[in-house]
């Protein structure tokens, strides 16, 4: 089974913040992502990774940056949050066409 | 980004009937998923699709791919409460990114014991 882990279920910042939240796979994917999900918007892409140290934006990249230092670990990066980035966080990997999520991490920016 | 156009946007339902929800996209596609969401989780994968025509059962789920490649359904049959939750489609777009998947916004389905 592939097992995706993300650092945090639920997290409360404040605005301005530096935010971190970590997402690790177990299955030596080269592929991972960083989605947010939000009511009413579904599921949006942020950034992507197909290698280590590779990136690429997603369709809502704004205000968001990522790290991929080792294969294994996706971080996404919130360098000065702000409350409309309150939202599901949901990591993914994938090696061919199927993407395996997380679960998720629940943020509140006040 | 493209959406899908995932219906119903949502159903209610009695325990032990039948479900059936749908998926069309614009363009052509060659890969057609369906994933489960309960609340507080991540998406879970019930079904991959690869090939125009294919039909692929898991348990009391079936999915198909579209003859056309720009459409999926999904059906549940003899529903029972734990069926409870958000079911999604996704796709990737044939011309489209080697790595990106399209998604519906979900369809949520309730049941009545």
């Known amino acids: 089974d592939v097992k995706v882990t993300q650092s945090s279920r639920y997290l409360v910042k404040r605005t301005g913040e530096k935010v971190f939240l970590e997402c690790v796979q177990d299955m030596d994917h080269e592929n991972m992502f960083w989605y947010r999900q939000d009511p009413g918007l579904g599921l949006r892409l942020i950034y992507f990774?197909?290698?280590?140290?590779?990136?690429e934006k997603g369709d809502i990249p704004e205000g968001y940056s990522v790290s991929r230092e080792k294969k294994e670990r996706f971080s996404l990066i919130l360098e000065s949050a702000s409350t409309n980035q309150t939202s599901m966080y949901l990591c993914a990997t994938s090696e061919t066409r199927v993407q395996y999520f997380g679960p998720g991490t629940r943020l509140l920016v006040l | 980004g493209q959406q899908l156009n995932q219906s119903p946007q949502s159903m209610f339902i009695q325990e032990g009937e039948d479900v059936s929800m749908n998926c069309t996209s614009s363009s052509i596609f060659n890969t057609w998923l369906w994933y489960k969401q309960e609340p507080g989780e991540g998406p879970v994968l019930l079904i991959a699709l690869y090939k125009a025509g294919e039909l692929t059962s898991n348990g009391r789920l079936t999915a198909q791919f579209g003859i056309t490649r720009k459409d999926s359904f999904l059906n549940i049959s003899a529903s029972i409460p734990s069926d409870v939750g958000i079911y999604f489609c996704?796709?990737?777009?044939?011309?489209?990114?080697?790595?990106?998947?399209?998604f519906g916004k979900g369809t949520l389905l309730t049941v009545n014991p």
């Open positions: 990774s197909y290698d280590v140290k590779m990136k």
């Open positions: 996704a796709g990737r777009d044939s011309g489209g990114s080697n790595y990106k998947l399209t």
